[in-house]
């Protein structure tokens, strides 16, 4: 079993920051690519920002300059660096990574449970 826990969400003004992070643990022994997606009722969860092992990033247009993804390999976290927040930004935001439970083991999907990030005067 594999859990990853979200932290950092919470209600801020439009323009204010806010960081999420992610910690995985449980039977690791490597994870692969972590990403960040979103929710808002109704809609599709899409992909915010993804990042490899070794730190290569990915952005969906509507945070390009905005978020910033990161990792800390040693710890098993991922963060996300939110700023300039917009009304729009307003979701359930999910951390998502691949990992293996042994060596040569095939690579899994974790999930973690959400946290729920308002932007609101």
């Known amino acids: 079993q594999v859990q990853l826990v979200e932290s950092g969400g919470g209600l801020v003004q439009p323009g204010g920051s806010l960081r999420l992070s992610c910690a995985a643990s449980?039977?690791?022994?490597?994870?692969?690519?972590m990403g960040w997606y979103r929710q808002t009722p109704g809609k599709q969860r899409e992909l915010v920002a993804s990042?490899?092992?070794?730190?290569?990033?990915n952005y969906a247009d509507f945070v390009k300059g905005r978020f910033t993804i990161s990792r800390d390999n040693a710890k098993n976290t991922m963060y996300l660096q939110m700023n300039s927040l917009e009304p729009e930004d307003t979701a359930t935001y999910y951390c998502?990574?691949?990992?293996?439970?042994?060596?040569?083991?095939?690579?899994?999907?974790?999930w973690g449970q959400g946290t729920l990030v308002t932007v609101s005067s």
């Open positions: 998502k990574t691949e990992y293996v439970r042994t060596f040569l083991n095939p690579i899994l999907d974790a």
């Open positions: 449980g039977s690791i022994f490597r994870i692969y690519d």
């Open positions: 990042i490899t092992r070794g730190d290569s990033t």
